[in-house]
T-cell receptor, first 114, second 112 residues
Framework: ETGVTQSPTHLIKTRGQQVTLRCSSQSGHNTVSWYQQALGQGPQFIFQ???????GRGNFPPRFSGLQFPNYSSELNVNALELDDSALYLC?????????????FGSGTRLTVV | EDQVTQSPEALRLQEGESSSLNCSYTVSGLRGLFWYRQDPGKGPEFLFT???AGEEKEKERLKATLTKKESFLHITAPKPEDSATYLC?????????????FGQGTELSVKP
C-alpha cells in the first residue's frame, strides 16, 4: 500500500473530449508530480506542484493543466484529447520530512483515447 | 541534454542465475539516481536512491552501485517473484521542479 490513491483506475474517452484525473495521499506531502507513461516506455514528467503552485513543467502543451489542493489531493486535466494521449498517468508525491526525496507513486490511471 | 539509457531492454534468467542491469546517464550535475520496480499495470515501487559515485545500497537479493557515468542493479540468485520491469531515473541538481528523467526500463523475467 503506497498511500497514494489515483482515480479512476481505467478510463475511455473520445478524441476531442476533456478528462480530469485525481490523486490523493493519506498523509501530508511536500510536492505532487504527474507523469505520462506510454506502453513500453519510461514515465515522462508532465509537471510538479508545490504549495498549490506549479513549479516545474516538462515538454507538454498547455492543454495539460493541474491543480493541487490544501487537503493533499491533486488533479490533472487534459483538454482536446488526442489519440497519442493514451497512456498510464502516474501521480507521485514526496513525503513530508523525508529527505532524500523518495518519490512515492500511485498505481496510475489507464487512459484510452478512441 | 539530460538522458538515461537502460540495457538490456529485456532479460530472461533461470531461477538462481545472477545477473546485472545497466543504467547509463548523462546529467548536468547529479542530485540523485533512483531505481524503481514496476509490475504490469502498477505504479513504480521505490527501491533505492544513490547520490555519489562509489555508493552502494542493498535490499534482499538486490544491490545497486553508482559510478560517475552509470549505475548497476545486481540481482543475486533471483526468484520468479523478482520478475518485473526495473526503471532507473535521475534527478539533475539544477533542474526545475524536481523532475525525474527515466530510462525505458529493463523487463526481467525469471523462470523457475
Amino acid at each position: 500500500e503506497t498511500g497514494v490513491t489515483q482515480s479512476p483506475t481505467h478510463l475511455i474517452k473520445t478524441r476531442g473530449q476533456q478528462v480530469t484525473l485525481r490523486c490523493s495521499s493519506q498523509s501530508g506531502h511536500n510536492t505532487v508530480s504527474w507523469y505520462q507513461q506510454a506502453l513500453g516506455q519510461g514515465p515522462q514528467f508532465i509537471f510538479q506542484y508545490y504549495r498549490e503552485e506549479e513549479n516545474g513543467r516538462g515538454n507538454f502543451p498547455p492543454r495539460f493543466s493541474g491543480l493541487q489542493f490544501p487537503n493533499y489531493s491533486s488533479e490533472l486535466n487534459v483538454n482536446a484529447l488526442e489519440l497519442d494521449d493514451s497512456a498510464l498517468y502516474l501521480c507521485a508525491i514526496t513525503l513530508k520530512d523525508r529527505f532524500p526525496y523518495g518519490y512515492t507513486f500511485g498505481s496510475g490511471t489507464r487512459l484510452t483515447v478512441v | 541534454e539530460d538522458q538515461v539509457t537502460q540495457s538490456p531492454e529485456a532479460l530472461r534468467l533461470q531461477e538462481g542465475e545472477s545477473s546485472s542491469l545497466n543504467c547509463s546517464y548523462t546529467v548536468s550535475g547529479l542530485r540523485g539516481l533512483f531505481w524503481y520496480r514496476q509490475d504490469p499495470g502498477k505504479g513504480p515501487e521505490f527501491l533505492f536512491t544513490l547520490y555519489s559515485a562509489g555508493e552502494e545500497k542493498e535490499k534482499e537479493r538486490l544491490k545497486a552501485t553508482l559510478t560517475k557515468k552509470e549505475s548497476f542493479l545486481h540481482i543475486t540468485a533471483p526468484k520468479p517473484e523478482d520478475s518485473a520491469t526495473y526503471l532507473c531515473a535521475v534527478q539533475a541538481r539544477y533542474n526545475q521542479g524536481g523532475k525525474l528523467i527515466f530510462g525505458q526500463g529493463t523487463e526481467l523475467s525469471v523462470k523457475p
